[in-house]
């Protein structure tokens, strides 16, 4: 028994001794705050024929780095944004009417930050993948050009004037940038995508919609510093 048992204590202590050498901690705390441009649609069904809405964004993040895993810095990433999101409905018929409609969130995306690069100082590229909610301050339409409700599509028509219903959201957000690291703090650039899991309208078989979801694409710049480095 004690032949068998002693050769199982050795590999888990190899093991255990392997897995110490490849993961080097740390212990890395920063403060964030980045701004940009978004780009929105809507994914309706029916489908509505949409332009992209511009839109603005911005807010702070906190993000605590714990260790490097091989060449992967890892860390977790927590924010707190306003965005402002949206749909332009394409009328597509050269008149220049259309409709509008902005929603304005507070989004809360909870990431995985992975970074390959130098350190303590230079250049990391980074990966930002997470779930994300949101939760909706407030909502606005706006009626372009002269036309009537009547005069478009009937899977269309349901959408103006209707209230939002569900002014809490849920959905998957991921990134890609570059961010180099100064003895003065950290510049930042991204770009972003976020794929809403959840509906503003409801969804059942007797509603106007089954699918009312925001897709919104964001490029942001941003500044961090570490409140501390042990």
């Known amino acids: ?48 024929g949409q332009k992209y809405i511009n839109g603005l964004n911005g807010g702070i993040s906190l993000r605590y780095t714990s260790e490097k895993y091989f060449k ?34 507070l989004e809360i995306p909870f990431l995985a930050h992975l970074a390959f690069g130098s350190e303590p100082r230079g250049l990391q590229f980074f990966i930002n993948l997470g779930p994300q909610i949101g939760f909706l301050i407030d909502d606005s339409e706006e009626y ?49 995508y976020y794929y809403g899991l959840s509906d503003i309208f409801h969804n059942s078989k007797t509603d106007d919609f089954g699918r009312s979801a925001n897709n919104t694409i964001s490029a942001r710049l941003g500044y961090s510093i570490a409140l501390f480095n042990k």
């Open 1 to 48: 028994m004690t032949k068998r048992i002693l050769p199982i204590i050795a590999l888990i202590f190899f093991a255990a001794t392997a897995a110490a050498q490849i993961e080097q901690p740390r212990n890395i705390l920063e403060v964030g705050v980045a701004g940009g441009l978004n780009m929105s649609q809507m994914d309706m069904q029916p489908k509505i």
């Open 72 to 105: 992967m810095i890892c860390a977790a990433q927590i924010e707190a944004n306003f965005a402002q999101r949206g749909w332009e409905e394409d009328f597509d018929d050269n008149t220049g009417n259309s409709y509008k409609r902005t929603l304005n969130y």
């Open 144 to 192: 372009i050009g002269r036309w009537s409700t009547d005069s478009r599509p009937v899977a269309t028509q349901p959408v103006y004037g209707k209230s939002i219903d569900n002014k809490f959201e849920y959905g998957i957000a991921g990134g890609l940038g570059l961010e180099l690291k100064t003895k003065i703090g950290n510049f930042f650039i991204e770009g972003r």
